[in-house]
């Protein structure tokens, strides 16, 4: 496999030319089936969004603490900063947080797109922040909630709470921004860190409202980790999860079958058709950058090389080359730098 590799103050930026084809070949569905396969899947009864929000004012941002409802029993938490200058509308951006976090990580992100003159909204994920009863617990809730839906039996009634849940709501948070004047409708970005950054790959691929998107530490292959063993890290987000699908399945360890199963129940689709490799095409030509580290095992490198050239495929093939960037930083495990912070900053000024 030819690749190339250039060496940089900040990390490896790695190109690949668009005809390269890598080991994994997956003949996935056209883009337009793909995204219509996947709103079907999650797609689920429409509500009032029914926003409230109480504000604070500052010198220098105003601060909206409040919800909305993605579903009738689901209120969906928000953070918003906006810029004081009293402009008529602004650009957008949703950041999310990762697995155990909540909104209030992001505060600093939000504060830096506000002196850039961008709205910054956050959410907390499903069965994390605010959405846990008396306050977030880390990853417990979330995990219970992952263990719950794999054990259920009622196949008309199938929750999603990894992953894919949270990628409706984020669907729904954007028919609330555009609603709003101040959020001007042609200019939202989404992005997000570890989980956040896999729900923002869900979500905004297949939503076109979303303009400009950062995925950091979350680019990867799903299908690629199972194929080549290379599973253990991405299922030790919902480790108790995949030790209940073991024992329920009769095996005393964790391995490739049983991993799947839970992926194929909770996830459907996540080794094939919605996988990122699949779902990174739908972006073409929206401005996409993609950060990360070398020896993640979360999103180990390799898959992710996959799902790079995927879309770095169609972006050339749509002339659009300038408006995909990545950067891989040397060394560093599954970890979020400031220099990647910075860039996403700057993407998201560039291109909103």
Not at 175 to 182: C, E, I, M
Request: charged letters at 25%.
């Amino acid at each position: 496999m030819l690749l190339k590799i250039k060496a940089c103050c900040i990390g490896i930026i790695l190109s690949f030319p668009p005809f390269i084809l890598l080991a994994q070949q997956v003949n996935y569905p056209p883009a337009n089936k793909v995204a219509a396969d996947f709103k079907k899947l999650l797609e689920r009864p429409r509500v009032s969004l029914n926003p409230s929000f109480q504000i604070i004012k500052t010198d220098s941002v105003i601060i909206e603490h409040g919800f909305i409802y993605s579903e009738v029993n689901e209120r969906v938490p928000i953070l918003i900063y906006k810029p004081v200058t009293g402009a008529k509308s602004y650009p957008t951006v949703i950041f999310l947080h990762g697995t155990g976090g909540k909104k209030e990580d992001n505060k600093g992100v939000l504060y830096q797109l506000v002196k850039r003159g961008i709205i910054g909204v956050s959410i907390d994920a499903r069965f994390h922040g605010e959405r846990i009863a008396g306050g977030a617990h880390g990853s417990k809730e979330y995990v219970a909630a992952a263990t719950a839906a794999w054990e259920n039996k009622d196949k008309t009634h199938q929750t999603h709470p990894f992953l894919f849940d949270t990628a409706f709501d984020l669907w729904r948070v954007t028919d609330y921004l555009v609603s709003r004047p101040d959020v001007d409708a042609a200019r939202i970005g989404m992005g997000g860190i570890s989980m956040g950054g896999i729900e923002t790959w869900l979500s905004a691929s297949v939503d076109k409202r979303i303009k400009v998107i950062v995925l950091d530490i979350s680019v990867q292959s799903f299908k690629w980790s199972l194929d080549n063993d290379k599973w253990q890290a991405r299922a030790g987000t919902i480790q108790r999860t995949h030790l209940q699908a073991a024992k329920d399945m009769g095996d005393s360890s964790l391995n490739k079958r049983n991993v799947k199963a839970v992926w194929d129940k909770l996830l459907p689709g996540i080794t094939g058709e919605f996988d990122c490799p699949s779902m990174l095409r739908l972006m073409a030509p929206r401005a996409l950058l993609i950060v990360g580290t070398e020896n993640d095992p979360n999103c180990p490198l390799p898959g992710a090389d996959i799902a790079y050239t995927s879309a770095m495929n169609i972006y050339t093939s749509k002339n659009a080359a300038d408006k995909i960037k990545r950067d891989v930083t040397p060394k560093l495990f599954h970890t979020s730098t400031p220099e990647h912070l910075k860039m996403t900053l700057d993407w998201f000024s560039k291109w909103l």
